[in-house]
């Protein structure tokens, strides 16, 4: 059998990196890795993390790229390459340009197409943008669909697909966190080697999201500035984006705060790393919201609707939103009431077990 998995950008690579590493340990399955390169920089750091290295690169990264430029490059490259190889299977994870794409220029192909990450859904196709509107076309078009749990097989089943092609496998992120989170890590940065990990609060705070930018962006910031104003023991550590946009809001409203740490986007390693040494995160980002409740760290999610519905239920999360009145009031109540931290840093984790690579392959061996 021949098995060609295909990703672009760095939260991709992350959760295909432990189904590509299972897939090679079976040597009755020849595994072709293509990577688009849609994310460049950030690509790279996943793929030398887990020692992956492609068989194709369409290094189709170029600055201020539109999301036409990458599905048009993306399908044209990857048609090429799939007329080469033929492979019995294309898999795609999530729910990117580059997830679309391959899925795609697979159907025109006539490829059998296995989606990992399916049946998530926010239930706003503008929230999250675009990734809401790829992932529904993508389930039109996949074949076989491998959902972390059984909320987005019911989503699946809703929408009219059927039973006997959706798999629950769990999320392979929650696989990716036993390659890389150490508890005597070192990190380069000695920023963040030198905080006080065991007597002051550490906040990990992430915020990037498209449909946040502006306004919904400054009421974030402005509720964290504000809460932490007068408190000496806590420190919020914030790896800004690289968006031009999002570092102006930044810098605007957090400079003058002496207990915010600002540090350059990092690697997956120390970042999972930090995820692991701090006391709770607050983000606007989709995989966090799994990861997060794998290492025992409560998230308020920044957003108004999330597609990761399991993690609110199980109380791992709570969706926040971008008012800034709730920021406020749910950030101060995990701060201060030790029994709202100790429940939700102690609920259990919804995403998985750690071996939904292996359930993955498993199943792609008797399709």
């Not at 090679?24 to 290295?53: A, P, S, Y």
């Not at 999972?272 to 989709?286: A, E, Q, R, V, W």
């Amino acid at each position: 059998m021949k098995v060609m998995c295909i990703f672009g950008t760095r939260p991709e690579a992350i959760k295909m990196a432990p189904v590509i590493k299972e897939l090679k340990k079976h040597e009755d399955i020849e595994t072709v890795v293509c990577v688009t390169g849609q994310h460049r920089q950030m690509l790279d750091q996943v793929l030398e993390v887990f020692k992956i290295k492609p068989d194709y690169d369409l290094d189709i990264f170029k600055p201020g790229q539109s999301l036409t430029d990458i599905t048009v490059n993306s399908i044209s490259g990857i048609e090429k390459i799939l007329e080469e190889e033929r492979p019995d299977i294309l898999l795609i994870q999530g729910d990117t340009t580059t997830v679309f794409s391959g899925a795609l220029a697979a159907f025109y192909q006539k490829i059998k197409i296995g989606h990992i990450e399916a049946g998530l859904r926010s239930g706003n196709l503008f929230s999250p943008y675009p990734e809401e509107a790829n992932r529904k076309l993508v389930g039109v078009l996949a074949d076989y669909h491998f959902c972390p749990t059984d909320a987005n097989r019911q989503n699946l089943l809703e929408e009219g697909y059927p039973d006997e092609k959706i798999y629950i496998t769990g999320n392979t992120v929650i696989d990716a966190l036993k390659y890389t989170v150490d508890e005597d890590f070192d990190f380069q940065d000695e920023v963040l080697n030198n905080l006080d990990y065991e007597n002051e609060k550490i906040i990990l705070l992430t915020s990037h999201r498209r449909e946040n930018l502006g306004e919904p962006m400054r009421n974030i910031f402005s509720a964290v500035r504000d809460e932490l104003k007068d408190r000496k023991d806590i420190k919020v550590v914030f790896p800004i984006h690289l968006n031009p946009k999002v570092r102006e809001i930044a810098h605007e409203i957090l400079d003058e705060m002496d207990n915010i740490v600002f540090v350059e986007p990092l690697d997956y390693l120390p970042f999972t790393n930090l995820m692991n040494k701090s006391y709770l995160i607050m983000t606007d980002s989709g995989g966090i919201q799994e990861e997060g409740p794998s290492l025992g760290k409560p998230i308020l999610v920044l957003r108004n609707e999330t597609e990761r519905m399991e993690g609110i239920e199980a109380n791992t999360a709570r969706l926040v939103g971008t008012d800034y009145d709730n920021i406020r009031k749910n950030l101060k109540d995990l701060l201060d009431n030790e029994e709202s931290y100790r429940e939700m840093a102690h609920a259990n984790n919804p995403y998985g077990d750690g071996n939904t690579s292996k359930r993955i392959v498993e199943i792609i061996k008797n399709i």
